[in-house]
Every structure is written in C-alpha cells, then in structure tokens.
C-alpha cells in the first residue's frame, strides 16, 4: 500500500494507538517492535479492541480483514507523519540540547499559545517513535508547531528533521550528555549540530544563544539567524535570582519587561530566554509572554520545588549529566536556604567517562558546605568520600525513613534510572 493511500485512510481514523492496553477505538493501530516486544503478536487484540486498522509486517496478517501489511511498521509510521507535515505550510520549530530541552518547548509552547494555535510534543516523546507520533497530533487548525528532538548518537536529529522537516530550529546548549553514545563532547556537538546543518541546507532559521558562543561555529554561513542572549544578540535579557527563584528582564525595544518565574536556578535564564526571543520574534506581545512565563510551573520531575512537612525540596529526577549536575549544585549551594542537604543519584551513559566524571562530582560537592550530602548508586563505588552511600535508591529510602529531616532545604537530583523519587516519597 502507498503512503498515499495510507494517508487516506490516516485521515478518516486520524487516532494512532501503538499499544494494545490503551487502545483508542476508531484510531490505527501501529504493530512496532521493539527489543522486548513484537507488536505483530497483538493485532488481533488491537482490532478487537476497537483499533479501525492495523498496520503489520507480518505476513501472517496478510487478508486478514482491516489488516494493512508493510515492509516495516516503524517506517510506514515515520513516512506516514512527513507526509502529513508536507500538508502544512506554517512554522516547525524543532528543539534539541544536553539539557533544558523539555522545559525550553514547555515554555514556548506557553509564550506561542497567547497569539496562535500551537502544538506540541506531548511530555518526552521525542524520539524516533515519539517525533512521528507528534507530528501525526497536529491537526488541520494548526499555526505553529514545536517538536523536540532528543538523541544519544550521531546521525539521529539528521533523520528526525527528515521526518519533521523544521523551518526554525533551538539548540538549549552541548554539554556532557550521553558521551557514551556521542563519543565525547565534540561528539556531542556534531550531533546536536545535525539540526543547524539541516536548517543551513534548507534556508530555515536558527535561534541561536549568543552566550553560548561555540553555537556561533556551529550556525556558522546560516543565512537566517535570531539572537538572544546577555550581550551581543537581538533579544537581550538579564537575570537575578529572587530567594531561588529566577527572575529575568528582558528588553521589548526601549522597554525592560521583567518576569518573575516559578523556576528554581540561574541556569534557566537561557530557557526563558529563549522563549521570549521565539514569542517578539513572532509577534507575541511582551505583556503575554510575561503572563505565559509566569504562569509556567516545572513539573515530571523537573526542578520542581515543593513543600514536604517542614522542608523544602527541590526534585530534578529527571536527567542528569555532568553540566546539569554541576549547575544545579551551583545554584543550590548559591542560595540563600538553610540546612541544605544533597542527594545525589549517579549519573547514567557515561561509558568510559563514569569514573572520571564521578569522582569530578564527588570533588565538586566537597568545595561547598552541606548539612548532609547521600550519594545513590554504584557509579560511586570506590571514589573516596566521607559522604553517606548507597547501592541504590531503596537503601538509601530506607535509611532516609529511619532518619527523617526536618526544616531542611533538599536538592534531588539523579539520572532516571538512578530512582532518586523514592526518598521523596519517604520524607
């Protein structure tokens, strides 16, 4: 069957399910497979489910009825969304980086949807599954789109602008992410770097942070560029830290805008900023892009600040690289908050950095003073500390319930897989 007439069909059932136990009825059921799973073996329970269509690539479900048999379902599925982007003619803004990439799209999404009907990729779908089945949600009343691209290897942003084809494109920054899967820093640079090559290309425009300035390299020859930054760029901007809250002013000509925000750390000035230059560069006015920033509060896990009995947590569970890492115990160990307590999970796709960049961490924590530091996971076993330490988020729970804290200010912070929300569930 051809896209085309695939497409056909995608119009008259405009809902993609790709996993039987959240089966949307009418919508097109897409049979993926992966590692631990084979879609193909659930086709039947989709259709039963009330799935109008089954994409396959199972021979076995040839003539079967309401059955639709491909080559591959991963790429009838990815050929499908570009087919589907190809019918708009608005702007596709596609948003990668080290870090800040999720709450940098959350908050232009907020600043876009004051003045246009915006989607958006939904949580962290944004990989090669996640960036189809985003585009595939834009319906026909869309004016703007944002799409963010995650990727723990070279050539994977190059194959999702193919898909998603970007007109502007947000790098939030390079730094030590995934160096297992990059190969080092520079690695990281030439994949995050994809996107700007692809807009370069295909005479897109880049936002580019000019406080950043190894994104001028990069952007380098780019004919369409937008500049926002401290210093030197179209859009200008600065920060104080209110308690540990961040503030940022930004200039709308002649005029100072100031944004009083819901987000824990200095490092979130270039989020905001961002966002702001996104929103003037499209015609939001200034007063709305200070509502919709202001009215933005971080969730999932994502510098979230909160109240739990008598402390205060700040929960950054998500992710977590060395740049992210040294960031936020920066902005933590900066703040005017007292008996501050770090608990810090390892970080993950290190590769042959883990070591090194483990024991960096550990140094860095001890050039600062802390009531109490619980390092969580095996990447610190054998670095010398006189910290507390964990195998793993559920000693290091249990030893938390035994000991509760009390008044105290708390940064968790770990990569996911390190489980750093289990001693927010014990205090």
Same mark, same amino acid.
């Given at each position: &069957?051809?896209? *085309?007439?695939?497409?056909?069909?995608?119009?008259?059932?405009?809902?993609?399910?790709?996993?039987?136990?959240?089966?949307?009825?009418?919508?097109?059921?897409?049979?993926?497979?992966?590692?631990?799973?084979?879609?193909?073996?659930?086709?039947?329970?989709? %259709?039963?489910?009330?799935?109008?269509?089954?994409?396959?690539?199972?021979?076995?479900?040839?003539?079967?009825?309401?059955?639709?048999?491909?080559?591959?379902?991963?790429?009838?599925?990815?050929?499908?969304?570009?087919?589907?982007?190809?019918?708009?003619?608005? !702007?596709?803004?596609?948003?990668?980086?080290?870090?800040?990439?999720?709450?940098?799209?959350?908050?232009?999404?907020?600043?876009? +949807?004051?003045?246009?009907?915006?989607?958006?990729?939904?949580?962290?779908?944004?990989?090669?599954?996640?960036?189809?089945?985003?585009?595939?949600?834009?319906?026909?009343?869309?004016?703007?789109?944002?799409?963010?691209?995650?990727?723990?290897?070279?050539?994977?942003?190059?194959?999702?602008?193919?898909?998603?084809?970007?007109?502007?494109?947000?790098?939030?920054?390079?730094?030590?992410?995934?160096?297992?899967?990059?190969?080092?820093?520079?690695?990281?640079?030439?994949?995050?770097?994809?996107?700007?090559?692809?807009?370069?290309?295909?005479?897109?425009?880049?936002?580019?942070?000019?406080? %950043?300035?190894?994104?001028?390299?990069?952007?380098?020859?780019?004919?369409?560029?937008?500049?926002?930054?401290?210093?030197?760029?179209?859009?200008?901007?600065?920060?104080? &830290?209110?308690?540990?809250?961040? @503030?940022?002013?930004?200039?709308?000509?002649?005029?100072?805008?100031?944004?009083? +925000?819901?987000?824990?750390?200095?490092?979130?000035? !270039?989020?905001?900023?961002?966002?702001?230059?996104?929103?003037?560069?499209?015609?939001?006015?200034?007063?709305?892009?200070?509502?919709?920033?202001?009215?933005?509060?971080?969730?999932?896990?994502?510098?979230?600040?909160?109240?739990?009995?008598?402390?205060?947590?700040?929960?950054?569970?998500?992710?977590?690289?060395?740049? @992210?890492?040294?960031? *936020?115990?920066?902005?933590?160990?900066?703040?005017?908050?007292?008996?501050?307590? %770090?608990?810090?999970?390892? &970080?993950?796709?290190?590769?042959?950095?883990?070591?090194?960049?483990?024991?960096?961490?550990?140094?860095?924590?001890?050039?600062?003073?802390?009531?109490?530091?619980? %390092?969580?996971?095996?990447?610190?076993?054998?670095?010398?500390?006189?910290?507390?330490?964990?195998?793993?988020?559920?000693?290091?729970?249990?030893?938390?319930?035994?000991?509760? !804290?009390?008044?105290?200010?708390?940064?968790?912070?770990?990569?996911?897989?390190?489980?750093?929300?289990?001693?927010?569930?014990?205090?």
């Amino acid at each position: &069957m051809s896209i *085309a007439t695939l497409y056909e069909i995608y119009t008259r059932y405009p809902r993609i399910s790709t996993d039987t136990r959240k089966i949307a009825p009418g919508s097109i059921f897409f049979a993926l497979k992966g590692d631990n799973f084979d879609g193909n073996r659930f086709v039947d329970q989709a %259709l039963e489910a009330g799935a109008a269509y089954a994409v396959t690539d199972d021979p076995m479900n040839a003539g079967k009825k309401n059955c639709i048999v491909v080559n591959d379902v991963l790429t009838a599925l990815q050929l499908l969304a570009n087919h589907h982007r190809r019918q708009f003619t608005i !702007p596709f803004i596609s948003i990668t980086g080290s870090n800040g990439k999720t709450t940098t799209k959350e908050l232009v999404l907020a600043v876009l +949807t004051q003045k246009y009907k915006t989607y958006a990729t939904e949580g962290n779908l944004n990989n090669h599954i996640g960036v189809p089945l985003t585009l595939l949600k834009i319906g026909k009343d869309a004016e703007m789109a944002v799409i963010e691209m995650g990727a723990n290897h070279q050539l994977e942003i190059a194959s999702y602008c193919v898909i998603a084809e970007p007109t502007h494109g947000i790098i939030t920054n390079c730094g030590k992410a995934h160096i297992e899967g990059f190969g080092g820093e520079e690695g990281v640079r030439k994949g995050k770097g994809e996107l700007f090559d692809y807009l370069r290309d295909h005479n897109g425009v880049i936002f580019r942070n000019t406080d %950043l300035t190894y994104l001028a390299s990069m952007a380098a020859n780019a004919t369409g560029q937008i500049t926002y930054g401290s210093t030197d760029a179209q859009y200008t901007g600065t920060s104080v &830290m209110n308690g540990i809250f961040l @503030s940022v002013t930004f200039m709308d000509g002649n005029t100072p805008v100031t944004i009083n +925000t819901k987000l824990v750390g200095a490092y979130n000035f !270039p989020n905001v900023m961002t966002a702001v230059a996104v929103g003037l560069h499209f015609g939001v006015p200034a007063a709305q892009i200070r509502e919709a920033i202001e009215s933005y509060e971080p969730d999932n896990s994502r510098s979230q600040w909160m109240a739990k009995g008598t402390n205060q947590v700040i929960l950054d569970a998500y992710n977590a690289n060395p740049t @992210s890492m040294k960031a *936020a115990i920066l902005n933590f160990a900066g703040t005017p908050l007292e008996n501050k307590k %770090l608990w810090i999970g390892g &970080m993950k796709e290190m590769g042959d950095a883990e070591a090194y960049e483990h024991r960096e961490l550990v140094k860095l924590i001890g050039e600062h003073q802390w009531q109490e530091v619980i %390092l969580v996971g095996k990447e610190f076993a054998g670095i010398e500390h006189n910290f507390k330490w964990f195998d793993d988020s559920a000693a290091a729970a249990a030893y938390v319930a035994n000991n509760k !804290p009390q008044n105290s200010a708390i940064l968790i912070k770990g990569s996911r897989g390190s489980r750093m929300e289990k001693l927010l569930e014990v205090i």
